[in-house]
Each structure stands twice: as C-alpha cells, then as structure tokens.
C-alpha cells in the first residue's frame, strides 16, 4: 500500500462513522419534525372546525334575536294601532 492509498485510507475512514452517525441523527430530527408537524396540523384542524362550529352558533344567534327584534316591531306596530283606534273611538 502506498502512501497516498494509505492517507486516502485514513481520510476515508476517518469522517465516515461521525457522518454516518450525523446522518442516522438527522434522520431522527426529520422523523420528529414530521411527527410536530402532523400534531400541530391535527391541532390546527381542531382548533378550525371548533371555530366554525362557534361561528355558526353566533350566526344562529343573531338570527334568533333579529327575529325577536322583528316581532317586538311587529307587536308595537300592534298596540299602536290599536291605541290610534281606541283614541280615535273615545
């Protein structure tokens, strides 16, 4: 073996277990990295479809009073008329 075959054989040897280990190391952060990010994707479709249900309940909910609004119109229009009529035949 020469010289250069034998520092070729060093330089090899040498990086090849740390890069290996920096690679299996790696591997393991990107394997955690894609578990947070589903978790936090699963979190945010929660926290979504929570929101939206809360949405609607508020719509339902203004809905609910404009109508109470309505027929509170609608009464007073009523008793009004019927004031004017009761005045008017007095």
Known sequence: MSVIEGVRQIVQDFPAPELRAVAVQMEALNRRMD????NINIQFSAAKT????????VLLQIEHVKNL???????????????DTL???A
């Open 87 to 89: 005045a008017k035949s």
């Open 35 to 38: 578990n947070l990010e589903s």
């Open 69 to 83: 609004l309505e027929v509170d119109k609608r009464l007073l229009r009523l008793e009004n008329q019927r004031a």
């Open 50 to 57: 929570e929101a939206v249900s809360r949405h609607e309940v």
